[in-house]
């Protein structure tokens, strides 16, 4: 069985400061990752994803992640965060390819203060 | 082109009441997912549909809990009976293809309160 291990339920950070996010995964099969993120009251958007090749994984809004494959972590970092980041994030993982079920983490509230 | 559709955003049962919980997948997808949120808790698979067909209903409790997804209009997750611990927020995501490579939409779910 899989399972999801966000370290951190909280993390506070000043704003332009960088983060690191922390998640770590157990499967015994090849795995997808995500990460997605909850703004309060809204439903779950895909910030990223790893699928296969090139471990290190990039969003639109500055955000990354690096698969590490001996490590079993997916961390999600953003060298300057600005206030609009303050949200809950989620690592999620499922079997590659072969399963449509997402097993998440139990989420990371990031609040960025000015 | 809108998104995952859910309604209600808020539903307050009392204990033995019903709760009805709709999910309009987007436009074209016709693989649909609940998966559902406890305080504290990140969220968790219930049972995957297409159109007519339960594909997955593992994660979904034995009793009092139904869901559909049938060949016109939207998902529906039924829960019968109602009790406090089925608070939580229901989230629906939908999706083009079976497997999970997509990353899934999701809706904004319907957080329902037992009281």
């Known amino acids: 069985a899989q399972s999801v291990t966000q370290l951190d339920s909280q993390v506070p950070v000043f704003e332009e400061a960088p983060v690191e996010l922390r998640c770590n995964y157990s499967s015994s099969v090849s795995v997808y990752l995500f990460w997605y993120v909850q703004y309060p009251n809204q439903g779950l958007q895909l910030l990223l994803k790893y699928l296969s090749g090139s471990t290190l994984v990039e969003s639109i809004n500055g955000f990354e992640a690096e698969f590490n494959k001996s490590q079993t972590s997916f961390h999600l970092r953003k060298p300057s965060v600005h206030i609009s980041d303050t949200a809950e994030y989620f690592c999620?993982?499922?079997?590659?390819?072969?399963?449509?079920?997402?097993?998440f983490g139990k989420g990371t509230l990031l609040t960025v203060n000015p | 082109n809108a998104g995952v559709m859910q309604n209600p955003r808020h539903l307050v049962r009392r204990r033995g009441q019903e709760a009805r919980l709709r999910c309009s997948p987007m436009?074209?997808?016709?693989?649909v997912y609940w998966y559902r949120q406890l305080p504290e808790e990140g969220l968790k698979f219930m049972v995957y549909?297409?159109?007519?067909?339960?594909?997955?209903e593992s994660g979904m409790p034995k009793e009092r809990f139904s869901a559909e997804f049938p060949k016109e209009g939207p998902s529906i997750l039924r829960i019968q009976q109602v009790v406090r611990g089925d608070s939580a927020a229901y989230f629906c995501a939908s999706s083009l293809r079976r497997y999970s490579d997509y990353g899934y939409t999701f809706g904004s779910g319907t957080r329902l309160t037992v009281v």
């Open positions: 999620a993982v499922s079997d590659g390819g072969s399963n449509y079920k997402l097993t």
């Open positions: 549909l297409q159109k007519e067909n339960i594909i997955d």
């Open positions: 436009k074209g997808h016709s693989h």
